[in-house]
């Protein structure tokens, strides 16, 4: 039985067990029981992660918490230009020191506006947009697939699928992402 494991954050763990569901009795699944935060701790956590696990296939999505800002300050917790260096050595060790099939997952867009009103620090749109753009061109450079969980997201209406905090999805927008990543990884398992 193939074994996959999904790389991600709060949003991944949302949709993770939709995904394992619907591809029950396909696929096995170990993915990591803790948020994977920021682009610098997904990369410091590879090891444990992925390396020791050798799955078949590895979903890794990370940004939205490289995009945090405290309010009133320009500078992310990780800026653009240390994300793509993350980004790049990832996919790069993903990508050479596994047999397994790497795919980058976009990050999922936010309600700014709900989000800084309920939350102790900023996320804007727009870096969404430059980090996934920045991540996407990486991921077409290293010859790796893109499953668009921004253009899921933003096709079937943001603002009916995310709950007052702007970033987090309600159960339907979950089941959404989940059937999203289930379906990716079919088409993926499906070429094997």
């Known amino acids: 039985m193939q074994q996959i494991t999904l790389i991600g954050d709060s949003i991944r763990r949302g949709y993770e ?7 029950a009795g396909r696929v096995g699944m170990v993915n990591p029981e803790v948020n994977g935060g920021t682009s610098a701790n997904v990369l410091a956590h590879l ?10 296939i590895v979903q890794v999505n990370c940004g939205l918490h490289d995009i945090s800002k405290p309010f009133g300050e320009d500078v992310a ?3 653009l230009e240390d994300y793509a260096k993350n980004v790049r050595s990832i996919l790069t060790r993903l990508k050479t020191e596994t ?8 990050t999922t867009p936010v309600n700014q506006a709900w989000h800084n009103e309920n939350k102790s620090f ?16 990486i991921a077409r450079e290293l010859d790796i697939p893109i499953n668009d969980l921004f253009a899921v997201v933003s096709e079937a209406g943001r603002d009916t699928l995310l709950v007052d905090d702007g970033v987090h999805f309600t159960p339907a927008g979950y089941e959404l ?5 289930a379906t ?9």
């Open 77 to 79: 917790a990780v800026p």
């Open 47 to 56: 090891d444990p992660w992925v390396m020791a696990i050798r799955p078949d």
């Open 184 to 192: 990716y990884l079919e088409s993926v398992l499906d070429r094997l």
């Open 17 to 23: 067990n939709f995904v394992h569901d619907l591809l």
């Open 122 to 137: 900023d996320r804007f749109e727009k870096d969404v947009v430059a980090y996934n753009e920045v991540a996407s061109g």
């Open 99 to 106: 047999d397994a099939i790497v795919i980058w997952a976009a």
């Open 177 to 181: 992402l989940g059937r999203a990543v």
